[in-house]
């Protein structure tokens, strides 16, 4: 993203655009050169959520259901608004059931109800995302090795894609932090009770408090203890939550106005804000609390 945002002579949604559909591309060249050796590599995706920050904007783009959530003041500067700043690609939602469907007239059963979800040819819940590069290329879906040991469902034409919606908002003076987490955050919070936790603690760790409020909730719905879930397996982990991956920036250097200069290449790259990440990733987690590259705050499920 730097390479192209440099191209430019400053940030945009071009270079953003840019930056996905390389990354896009590498996999895709990955993919079709030990696809035949590794058939199932052409079914490895990954949502992707991206923050950047330069010129007092804040950049966010995405792909899938990971989300990212700014925490802003509330009038007369009490409590704390929730606003989100991206798209959920979930064909769990309505609107984006009716845009894949629109976008496939000619498919009645593009987007099937089965076992109460709703998914993509019975297959995928979201509708945008890097890799699952046989969703997207049918001569993948339609080769006969592939339907013997992947996946027997052949497609006349990609059915998601790799498109990502982006958002561009001016940081203003009330905003005080953006939370960015894959979906299994989401899950289990809203928005507000996700903003509401970071506002009324302390900033050391809180990517892991969220987590911890995350699976809390998860553990709740199952008549658990907090306790009792972190007992459980992580392989049988996954069917009581999804995985959690948390990125906290807070806003404080950019409000007034002391964020880097793209003619700075050097303090383009890296940023002051204070950053905090935790991943619950279903394996064993790793807590880190540094900064970050502004182009790269994100969290992948």
Known sequence: MTEFSSEQGCMSTEAIKKAFRATEEEFVQLVKGSWLKRPKIATVGSCCLVGVIADNALYVANLGDSRAVLGHRGPNGRGV???????????????????????????????????????????????????????????????????????????????????????????????????????????????????????????????????????????????????????????????????????????DKHRHGTQPKMSNLNSFRFTNAPVDIFSDGLDEPQHHSQRLNPATNGAVS
């Open 81 to 251: 608004v929730a606003e989100r700043l991206s798209n959920d690609h979930n064909v769990a939602d309505e609107e984006v059931r009716k845009e894949v469907s629109e976008q496939h007239r000619d498919d009645p059963r593009i987007v099937v109800l089965a076992k109460g979800v709703w998914r993509i040819k019975g297959i995928i819940q979201v509708s945008r995302s890097i890799g699952d590069v046989y969703l997207k290329k049918p001569e993948f879906s339609r080769d006969p090795i592939f339907q013997q040991h992947v996946c027997p469902v052949s497609l006349k034409r990609a059915v998601i894609t790799a498109e990502p919606s982006i958002k561009v908002r001016q940081i203003q003076q009330q905003d005080l932090f953006v939370i960015f987490a894959s979906d299994g955050l989401w899950e289990q919070l809203t928005d507000k009770a996700a903003v509401d936790i970071v506002l009324k603690n302390p900033r050391a760790g809180i990517a892991k408090r969220l987590v911890r409020a995350a699976i809390s909730e998860a553990a709740r719905k199952r008549e658990m203890r907090y306790a009792d879930m972190q007992r459980v397996e992580r392989g049988i982990r996954r069917h009581f939550h999804d995985d959690i991956t948390v990125v906290v920036v807070y806003l």
